[in-house]
């Protein structure tokens, strides 16, 4: 079992910047894969970075070149740099965890861009 708790969201004007942070805790040495997805009213969940623990890195095209997922070297944290948000980067955003065939989720942090 792997808990997940997200911290750092909240409300930014449209060009600004805030940074999510996701503690891990729990069979942490299983997880292979880090990340952090996103839920907009009436939208589906969408991926919008992973990382491994090898550091290897992804991002959602919409957020290419604006946000940077990060992690510590023990897998107990990781981290979203979210830049320039836009109004349509409202969302509430998830952290993720994967281990062998079990996907775990925190609770979300809401994050409102205004314009």
């Known amino acids: 079992q792997v808990q997940l708790v997200e911290s750092g969201g909240g409300l930014v004007q449209a060009g600004g910047s805030l940074r999510l942070s996701c503690a891990a805790s729990?069979?942490?040495?299983?997880?292979?894969?880090m990340g952090w997805y996103r839920q907009a009213p009436g939208k589906q969940r969408e991926l919008v970075a992973t990382i491994t623990p090898d550091g290897s890195t992804n991002y959602a095209d919409s957020v290419k070149g604006r946000f940077t997922i990060s992690k510590n070297n023990v897998r107990t944290r990781w981290y979203l740099q979210m830049d320039s948000l836009k109004p349509e980067d409202t969302a509430v955003y998830y952290c993720n965890a994967q281990h062998d065939a079990l996907t775990y989720w925190g609770q979300g942090t809401q994050v409102t861009v205004s314009s």
């Open positions: 729990g069979s942490i040495f299983r997880i292979n894969a």
